[in-house]
C-alpha cells in the first residue's frame, strides 16, 4: 500500500516499552523511560508517532510483549505512518526479527538507537574509532538473520552502522576489525597515559565533570575554562573529551575534563568502547558530579551516575555534587552540606562558591606547611617536586625554605623540618 509519507521527513517512530516481574528495576520500562526514549529519539532527529507501555509477568517468547499488544501496535503503525518501531528495552536478534515481521517495519531497541545518537556525534577520530568498536560489539551477537535490517542503503535512524557489506555472513571480518579497533584505543590510552604521568610529575590536579546527559557538564567546562565548547540543551551532545587548564585559586590550577554523559540503561557495549574516554575517571583527583537540580527525575538520574562512578573510578575518588540550574529550583531544593553546592553554569550564579569547594575538596587530607631543609636532606626537594604540590622553593645560608601542600605520608616524613602550619 502506497502513501504520501516524504521520504526526506523525518523519521516517525512507535516507542514501546515492557514492564515485567521477572525484570530487574533498571531493565524495566516506565512512564518516564519513554519520555527520555521520546528524547533520545528526537536527538537522533525522529518524531514519536505514540506510546505503549505494556506490563506482563514476563516476556513473550516469541513476540516480546504479546500477540494481542503486538498486533494494536501494528495498527497504531499503520494509522499513524510510522516508519519504524523502538523499543525502550534491549531485545533479542529473535525477538527483533519476530517483531519485524509482526509490524513489517524495521525494529530497534534503545541500544541501537543511542549508538545511532552517538555516530551522529563523534567528531575526533578517538571518539568515531570508539563508536565503530561499540557498534561492532551490539552487531556481532546479532547477525543471524538481520541480513534484511543490514542491507538497508542511505541514511535514516539506525542506519548509520559501520558501513561493512555483508555482515551477517562476515563474522570473522568483524572479529578482526573489533581487534583492530581495540589496538588503535589502546594506543590512544597509552598516549593519555604518558600525558597522565607528565602531569602527575608536574603535581597538577585532574578534575573529571561526570553526569546525566543534559546536566550541564559542557556549560560548566565554558564558565570555568572558556573552551567555547558548543552547549546545547540536548542528550549526548558531548561525546569527545575536551580538557583545559584552569586558575581554582591564586595558588591552585588544575585540569579540568569533560566526559559522554551518562544514562539509564547506557548499553555496555557503549561502557566498554569508550573506555579510554572514561579511564580519565580512574586517574582524577576529584570528581564534579553535575546534577541538573530542576529535573523531575533528579534522584534517579544521581543514582544511575553514582552506579557508574561506582564502577568506573578509583576507590575513595572524592566526589564533589554540583547542583547546576539553581535558578530553577528553591534553595531548600539542594542539600547543604561540604560535598554539595549550588550553581547556575549559565549565568554564572555560584562560581565562587564552587571554586572554594573545588579547592577544599582537592586539599582535603592535605597538610599546607613551610618547611627548613638541612642541605643533607636535599634529596626531599626532588620527591616534594614528584609528589607534592610546592609553591615556593629558596636556598638560603640557613637550608632550603620551601612552602608546599602535602599528603599525610609526606607530612609523617618531614614532620621534624616543618616550621610553620595552615
Not at 80 to 106: C, K, Q, W, Y
Amino acid at each position: 500500500m502506497q502513501s504520501n509519507f516524504d521520504a526526506a521527513a523525518p523519521e516517525r517512530a512507535v516507542l514501546v516499552g515492557l514492564k515485567a516481574d521477572t525484570f530487574s528495576p533498571e531493565d524495566n520500562a516506565t512512564e518516564e523511560s519513554l519520555e527520555e526514549l521520546e528524547a533520545l529519539l528526537e536527538t537522533a532527529g525522529g518524531f514519536c508517532t505514540g506510546k505503549v507501555l505494556q506490563s506482563r509477568h514476563a516476556p513473550d517468547a516469541h513476540s516480546f510483549i504479546g500477540e494481542g499488544k503486538a498486533a494494536e501496535v501494528r495498527m497504531l503503525a499503520q494509522a499513524t505512518l510510522s516508519t519504524m518501531v523502538i523499543f525502550d528495552n534491549e531485545l533479542s536478534p529473535g525477538h527483533i526479527r519476530a517483531l519485524e515481521e509482526i509490524f513489517g517495519l524495521p525494529v530497534l531497541d534503545r541500544s541501537a538507537l543511542i549508538l545511532d545518537i552517538f555516530a551522529q556525534r563523534a567528531r575526533t577520530r578517538e571518539g568515531r574509532l570508539q563508536v565503530e568498536l561499540a557498534q561492532y560489539q551490539y552487531l556481532l551477537p546479532r547477525l543471524s538473520g538481520m541480513g534484511e535490517a543490514l542491507s538497508r542503503q542511505g541514511g535514516g535512524i539506525g542506519a548509520r552502522g559501520p558501513g561493512e557489506t555483508k555482515l551477517e555472513t562476515d563474522r570473522r571480518h568483524i572479529r578482526e576489525r573489533i581487534d583492530r579497533l581495540k589496538s588503535e584505543l589502546a594506543q590512544v590510552r597509552q598516549v593519555r597515559s604518558v600525558q597522565r604521568r607528565r602531569r602527575q610529575k608536574n603535581a597538577v590536579p585532574v578534575i573529571a565533570l561526570v553526569g546525566y546527559t543534559n546536566a550541564g557538564k559542557s556549560t560548566l567546562l565554558n564558565l570555568l575554562t572558556g573552551a567555547g565548547i558548543p552547549a546545547n540543551d540536548r542528550l549526548f551532545d558531548t561525546l569527545d573529551t575536551t580538557s583545559r587548564t584552569f586558575r581554582v585559586s591564586s595558588q591552585t590550577e588544575a585540569i579540568l575534563s569533560d566526559t559522554v554523559g551518562f544514562i539509564a540503561k547506557l548499553p555496555h557495549h557503549l561502557v566498554d568502547a569508550f573506555r579510554a574516554t572514561l579511564e580519565e575517571l580512574e586517574y582524577a583527583d576529584l570528581l564534579l558530579h553535575v546534577i541538573d537540580a530542576s529535573s523531575p527525575d533528579r534522584e534517579a538520574q544521581i543514582a544511575v551516575v553514582d552506579r557508574l562512578i561506582a564502577q568506573l573510578a578509583a576507590p575513595g575518588t572524592p566526589v564533589l555534587r554540583v547542583y547546576n540550574k539553581m535558578d530553577r529550583v528553591s534553595p531548600e531544593d539542594i542539600p547543604s552540606d561540604r560535598d554539595a553546592v549550588a550553581l547556575c553554569a549559565r549565568t554564572g550564579q555560584g562560581t565562587e562558591a564552587l571554586l572554594r569547594a573545588i579547592e577544599a575538596a582537592l586539599d582535603r587530607g592535605k597538610h599546607h606547611v613551610w618547611l627548613r631543609l638541612p642541605y643533607s636532606q636535599a634529596g626531599f626537594v626532588e620527591a616534594l617536586h614528584d609528589g607534592a604540590k610546592v609553591l615556593s622553593l629558596e636556598y638560603t645560608g640557613g637550608g632550603i625554605e620551601a612552602e608546599a601542600v602535602v599528603d599525610s605520608i609526606f607530612y609523617g616524613r618531614l614532620r621534624e623540618y616543618i616550621v610553620k602550619e595552615r
